[in-house]
C-alpha cells in the first residue's frame, strides 16, 4: 500500500493515531479524506481491482493517473480489493475492527447488499464511525436516483441564483455541491462523531445529503424569500444588485472585484476612482438593491474601470484599505504572495506523475 506524494504524517497533528478507510470516489468523498489526512489520520484508500475510483481516469492522464486523482488523493496508502469476493470481504471487515472511521459514496443500499451495511459493521467495531455520503440521502424519494454536482445545486435553488445579466445559470468552476456539500460535510459529520466516541459515546452512522447541505447554506436567498420579495438571478445583494459588489471590466479584459460593501469602503473606493461625488450613491444610505439607480451607477462605473487596466487598477487600490482587489487566474494564485507566504502551494513530486502543483491543509493547527 504505498503512499502517495505528500507531506508526510506529523505526530502533532490533532488525527494523528486515527486510522480511516477509505472507499469513496471521484470528488467529494476523496476531498473529505484527503482532508483527514493531511490533519494526521491513516487513510487507507481501498479501490476494486479492475478501473478502480473513476477519478484515475477523468481528464489528461501524463503516465498512469490523471492530475484530477492525485489532486484530491494526496496522504493515502491504496489497496485493491474484490468486496463482491467473501474472502476479501472478510479482510476488511477484520480491517474494520481496528479501524476509527469508513467513508462510503455509494447509492444508498449497496453496502447492504455485500454485507457491509452499518448494522453489520458496528456489530464489529461499536466505537467505528461510519460515513456515507451521497447526492440525496439515505431516505426520501430521491435516494435511489443518481445526480452529479449540477443537479444538487439545481434542486437546492443555489444554481438559480448563480446568474449574470441575462439571467442563465453559470455553472461555477468550484462545485459546490461536491464540495461544500460533500466533502466538508462529511467531515463535520465525521469529526463530531469522533469527538462523541473520544468522550466515551459509541460510534455513529453520518449520513450525508449533499444536496441537503447546499440548501442548509442557501442562505442570502432564503432572507429574500422570508422577505417576501426573492431577488432576481444577478440582482441580490452579493450577486451584483449593488455597484459597491460586483466585478468590473479593465482595459486589458480583466476583471477587478469590488467588494465595497461597507459605506467606508465604498466612499474610499470612490476617493481611489476619483469619483468623491458618488459617496452618497450607496445602499446603506437609500439606493435599491437592484434597482434603477444602482444599475445606472454600475454601468457608469464600467466606463471608469474600462480606463486603466488591471494591474494598474490593482498598484492604485494596493494602497487603500476598502476591499477592491484584482479577478486572478488559477495560475497567477498559485504563484500569488498571498499563498506562497502561507504555505498554501507549493511543487511536489508524485511517484509516476512527476513535479505538479499540490495545495496544503487551509486549516492550521499550532502548538
Excluded at 80 to 95: G, H, I, P
Excluded at 110 to 133: E, F, H, T, Y
Aim: aromatic share 6%; proline share 6%.
Amino acid at each position: 500500500m504505498p503512499p502517495s506524494a505528500s507531506t508526510p504524517q506529523s505526530p502533532d497533528q490533532p488525527l494523528a493515531g486515527i486510522r480511516v478507510l477509505d472507499l469513496t470516489r471521484l470528488l467529494p468523498g476523496p476531498v473529505a479524506t484527503m482532508h483527514l489526512a493531511e490533519m494526521g489520520a491513516e487513510v487507507i484508500k481501498i479501490e476494486d481491482p479492475g478501473a478502480g475510483d473513476y477519478a484515475r481516469a477523468m481528464g489528461p492522464v501524463r503516465a498512469e493517473v490523471s492530475q484530477f486523482f492525485v489532486a484530491v488523493n494526496r496522504g493515502k496508502q491504496f489497496l485493491r480489493m474484490d468486496l463482491k469476493d467473501s474472502a476479501q470481504r472478510e479482510r476488511l471487515l477484520e480491517m474494520v475492527d481496528t479501524a476509527d472511521v469508513l467513508v462510503e459514496s455509494f447509492r444508498p443500499g449497496v453496502m447492504d447488499k455485500l454485507g457491509l451495511g452499518w448494522q453489520a459493521l458496528r456489530q464489529r467495531n461499536p466505537r467505528l464511525v461510519m460515513c456515507a455520503i451521497s447526492g440525496y440521502g439515505q431516505d426520501g424519494p430521491y435516494a435511489a436516483l443518481a445526480g452529479h454536482d449540477i443537479n444538487y445545486i439545481g434542486y437546492a435553488g443555489m444554481l438559480d441564483q448563480n446568474a449574470g445579466d441575462d439571467g442563465r445559470p453559470a455553472l461555477p468552476n468550484l462545485q459546490v455541491g461536491d464540495l461544500l456539500g460533500g466533502a466538508q460535510s462529511a467531515l463535520q459529520g465525521i469529526l463530531a462523531a469522533l469527538l462523541a466516541v473520544k468522550m466515551g459515546g459509541v460510534g455513529r452512522f453520518v449520513d450525508v445529503s449533499m444536496t441537503d447541505a447546499v440548501l442548509a447554506h442557501n442562505i442570502m436567498p432564503l432572507v429574500g424569500v422570508n422577505n417576501g420579495a426573492p431577488a432576481q438571478p444577478g440582482r441580490d445583494l452579493l450577486t451584483g444588485g449593488v455597484p459597491c459588489y460586483t466585478v468590473y471590466k479593465t482595459s486589458d479584459a480583466r476583471y477587478m472585484a469590488v467588494g465595497a460593501l461597507e459605506l467606508k469602503f465604498w466612499q474610499a473606493c470612490c476617493d481611489v476612482l476619483g469619483r468623491p461625488d458618488l459617496k452618497t450613491r450607496h445602499w446603506q444610505l437609500g439606493q435599491r438593491v437592484g434597482g434603477a439607480d444602482a444599475m445606472a451607477l454600475r454601468a457608469e462605473l464600467d466606463a471608469v474601470f474600462a480606463g486603466r487596466t488591471q494591474a494598474e487598477w490593482s498598484a492604485l487600490f494596493g494602497a487603500a484599505d476598502c476591499c477592491v482587489t484584482p479577478v486572478l487566474r488559477t495560475a497567477e494564485a498559485l504563484e500569488h504572495p498571498l499563498f506562497r507566504a502561507r504555505g498554501m502551494a507549493r511543487r511536489a513530486v508524485h511517484p509516476s506523475e512527476g513535479e505538479h502543483w499540490a495545495l496544503a491543509q487551509p486549516v492550521k493547527f499550532r502548538l
